[in-house]
């Protein structure tokens, strides 16, 4: 998926999907990640790292995924937004690319091995085996929290309220 | 002793140890607890507040955890060290793969063996002594 347009709204509901799970994979430091397509409402490009990104009419908080994650800053200025649907207000994912659309079904889902047991635990809901390759399957309740700002160094910034 | 390919890995000896070396240190595990030695070509890093946990690889076609045993036999922080050669061990949670630089050898384990024990990432426990250092030498033997 190219982030030549820079917003994608999503609109398609789990029911309208069938049983297949659709999720938008993104990379973060080479990984590649899966989120539940439902908890999107839009992709935008970041175009520099101090950018300001207009995201809905309210403030909504930008999490960069390398941050919590202990990564280091990415070297790519060009970088993209998830805009998550989430009960307590809008927020943000910062991640280094967006890769492209998969249906997951429950065959392809795996728990997480049960060595990890810190807070990735709360990040990730498990891990998805597909041709591509091995996909970390992330749980938005758990990164949002994670990345409340006294919580954690992850959450970077406040977006400008006002825009559509 | 490198079961590769879709071979199915051989049975090792009940009672015996397998002598294995890390970043030059000499260590041990129950050769019955031992799976397979592998190449493992790839895995993912998966990010967690251990930084004992690697990531996972796909071996198998299972999904294995990849820990490093470093720390615990002072061989140092964690490696980087694939592609290369992985021990994958059975532990009480399921498999867990770790990286080793050589695989020494199995040598029977006697009733009056001391050995230190040392738990390692993963629910394994390895086992330590001096004479695995002296038995097969101190200079590391070309791979």
């Excluded at chain 1, 249906?103 to 997480?112: E, K, R």
């Excluded at chain 2, 694939?82 to 532990?91: D, E, F, K």
Aim: proline content about 10%; hydrophobic content about 50%; charged content about 20%.
């Amino acid at each position: 998926m190219s982030l030549s347009r820079p917003t994608i709204h999503v609109g398609a509901s789990r029911a309208e999907l069938g049983a297949a799970r659709r999720c938008l994979v993104f990379a973060v430091a080479g990984v590649h990640y899966a989120i539940d397509l439902a908890r999107i409402s839009r992709v935008v490009a970041l175009p520099h790292p101090s950018a300001f990104v207009v995201v809905q009419e309210a403030g909504c908080a930008l999490l960069d995924l390398r941050a919590l994650f202990g990564l280091p800053p990415a070297a790519a200025q060009r970088r993209a937004v998830l805009v998550l649907k989430n009960p307590g207000g809008p927020a943000a994912l910062v991640v280094d690319e967006v890769a492209r659309l998969v249906s997951l079904t429950a065959p392809d889902l795996h728990a997480l091995p049960a060595v990890y047991a810190g807070a990735e635990r709360e990040w990730f809901e498990g891990l998805a085996r597909t041709p591509e390759g091995i996909l970390v399957v992330v749980r938005p309740a758990g990164i949002l929290c994670a990345g409340c700002p006294d919580r954690s160094p992850g959450s970077a910034a406040l977006a400008v309220a006002g825009g559509k | 002793m490198l079961p590769r390919g879709g071979a199915r890995p051989s049975p090792l000896p009940v009672g015996s140890v397998a002598v294995l070396e890390l970043a030059g240190v000499r260590f041990a595990l129950p050769a019955a607890t031992i799976l397979e030695v592998a190449i493992i070509p790839s895995y993912i890093p998966l990010p967690c507040q251990d930084p004992r946990h690697l990531g996972v690889v796909l071996h198998r076609e299972k999904i294995v955890p990849l820990v490093d045993v470093g720390a615990a036999l002072g061989a140092g922080g964690p490696r980087r060290p694939i592609p290369g050669l992985c021990v994958v061990a059975r532990a009480a949670a399921g498999a867990v793969a770790f990286p080793v630089d050589r695989v020494l050898g199995v040598e029977p384990l006697g009733a009056d063996s001391r050995l230190d024990r040392l738990p390692c990432p993963g629910g394994i426990t390895v086992l330590r002594r001096e004479r695995w250092a002296e038995r097969h030498g101190h200079q590391p033997a070309a791979d």
